[in-house]
């Protein structure tokens, strides 16, 4: 069974500061691993995915296959990153993603 | 040009009736899904279809019914609705390619609420 776990329902920052959202994962096989966003009002939306290895509005998340874990991370929060965030998880062979419970980030000024 | 659209946004019902939402994605995607997201903004997967067929169906109460008539759409009816179906539900599709596997392209959600 594959199962992502987010331990943190809310975190708060402010603005300037460096931020982590926390992920775990338990996969038996090679996972594939996203972290998606939802801004308020809008549409859930992918941010980043860890085979592009690539950073998205400042955002970056390595895949950790020892700890299994793939936080989120950014070195200086803006007041518009303030959103929903969830990591998911994909098996080999299909798309169906399993999501996380889902941590909210509260960037204050 | 809405890429995945939902409708309707807002559904205010009562105990015990049934009703629809319905979904439509013009990506030209092969997969579809159905999410519900609870008060407590948990995200779980109801139904996945392949190309109008049924791949994934977790756990849910036979009240809920997805229906897919094309690949391009894919309805969720719910009989004798109660209470504890009160959430958003999310429609998404997504395209069957290792290429771009994981992507999924949501809708802005359908907020149901059963009094």
């Known amino acids: 069974a594959q199962r992502v776990t987010q331990p943190e329902k809310l975190l708060s920052v402010f603005k300037g500061a460096p931020v982590e959202l926390k992920c775990n994962y338990s996969y038996s096989g090679s996972p594939e691993l996203f972290w998606y966003v939802q801004y308020s009002r809008q549409r859930l939306q992918l941010l980043l995915r860890?085979?592009s290895r690539e950073s998205i509005k400042g955002f970056t998340a390595d895949l950790n296959k020892g700890e299994t874990s793939f936080h989120l991370k950014k070195p200086f929060a803006q007041e518009e990153d303030s959103a929903m965030y969830y990591c998911a998880l994909s098996g080999i062979g299909y798309s169906t993603l399993t999501f996380g419970k889902g941590t909210m980030l509260l960037v204050s000024p | 040009d809405t890429a995945v659209s939902q409708t309707p946004k807002y559904l205010v019902t009562q105990m015990g009736n049934d009703k629809s939402i319905k979904c439509e994605q013009n990506?030209?995607?092969?997969?579809m899904y159905w999410y519900k997201q609870d008060s407590k903004k948990f995200l779980k997967i109801m139904f996945s279809y392949n190309n109008k067929e049924l791949i994934i169906n977790e756990t849910v109460p036979n009240r809920f019914s997805p229906k897919s008539p094309d690949k391009a759409h894919l309805n969720l009816h719910i009989n004798s609705l109660e209470l504890g179906d009160s959430a958003v539900y999310f429609c998404?599709?997504?395209?069957?390619?290792?290429?771009?596997?994981?992507?999924?392209?949501f809708g802005e959600g359908s907020r149901l609420t059963v009094l």
């Open positions: 860890h085979i």
């Open positions: 998404a599709s997504s395209q069957e390619d290792r290429g771009i596997s994981g992507e999924l392209f």
């Open positions: 990506l030209g995607h092969d997969t």
